[in-house]
């Protein structure tokens, strides 16, 4: 609470992106492995996506991606004292990437590190940055969401291979107030849920402790599928159900950008048209931590988000880990 009897919010002040230049389409796939554009496009809707360069690191992008948020947010580096870097694909074992996106934007002061939930990375960074300012720790954050999964990727799995891509997307908070009701600007409610139980449907076989190695990303797509449709739907469900909201009060849903028939079989469960749900998956893939806020960012620039509109940011990852965030605009 507040000295003024109201609560802190956190305002989403702006958002950035960053995809690598290269391209790589459905017919190039289709040349390296067994698979074409039909079979690709008809399982997934995703067309292309974007390849990071060779010595292009998981910070580069989410620098770039830091850069342009705080741009779009009006505000300087030096305004930050909180980075909350959401990636399955770090530079290095440690230091943290965070810390080195913290350096490369000259920031000198606060807290800088990474967080671990593969495709519900952001919404996890997101309800983190969220709870240090309403604590009052940190007045200002940059949470970012970047991934090089094709560093991870077997390149000879027609069935992995085909899904991801690399990328990044970051927002600004800065902590403001508001009256307590879902009236007020900034993130109203945030669900998170994680059940270890899955872990063997969507994981990376190798790592420093188990295997001393990287490991490339394995998938079993039919059950990751199942889970997803309902676990989304009901981290939906919960956060309306937080705040008295109903679908029909949603303006735009902002979905992990994993699969088009996961994100349209979410929103059907929910009842929501499709035409309210922001979708990307054609045109950047699967870029797991990277997919919700490139999303955000995409609508937001191009004038579909618009201020006071009602946003549900939702995804759902390796772990399994799955979660919520509504956020007003």
Partial sequence: MTSGGGVIRSLLLGAGAYLP???????????QVDTDDAWITARTGI?????????????????????????????????IDLVVLATATPDYTFPSSATTVQANLGIRRGAAFD?????SGFIYALATADNFLKAGQHKRALVIGAETFSRILDW????????????????????????????????????LHADGRYRDLLY???GPSKTKTVG???????????????????????????????????????????NLRIIEGTAKKLGIDNSRVVITVDHHGNTSAASVPLALTE??????????????????????????CLVRI
């Fill in 47 to 79: 067309r292309q996506r974007h390849i990071a360069a060779e010595g292009e690191c998981t910070s580069d992008l989410a620098t770039a991606a830091a850069r342009r948020a705080l741009e779009a947010a009006g505000r300087d580096a030096r305004d």
């Fill in 156 to 191: 000879n799995d027609r069935t992995t291979c085909v899904l991801f891509g690399d990328g990044a997307g970051a927002v600004v908070l800065e902590a403001g107030t508001g009256e307590g009701t879902s009236a007020d600007r900034g993130i109203l409610t945030s669900h």
């Fill in 115 to 119: 967080i671990q939930a593969v495709c």
């Fill in 216 to 258: 490339h990303l394995r998938m079993t797509g039919k059950e990751v599928f199942r889970h997803a449709v309902v676990n989304l739907a009901d981290a939906v469900g919960e956060a309306l159900e937080a705040t008295g909201l109903a679908p029909a009060d949603i303006d735009w849903i902002v979905p992990h950008q994993a």
């Fill in 21 to 31: 230049e290269k391209v790589l389409t459905n017919a190039d796939l289709a040349a």
């Fill in 204 to 206: 990376v076989d190798g």
């Fill in 299 to 324: 609508a937001w620039a191009d004038g579909r988000i618009q201020p006071g509109n009602l946003v549900l940011l939702e995804a759902m990852g390796g772990g399994f880990t799955w979660g919520s």
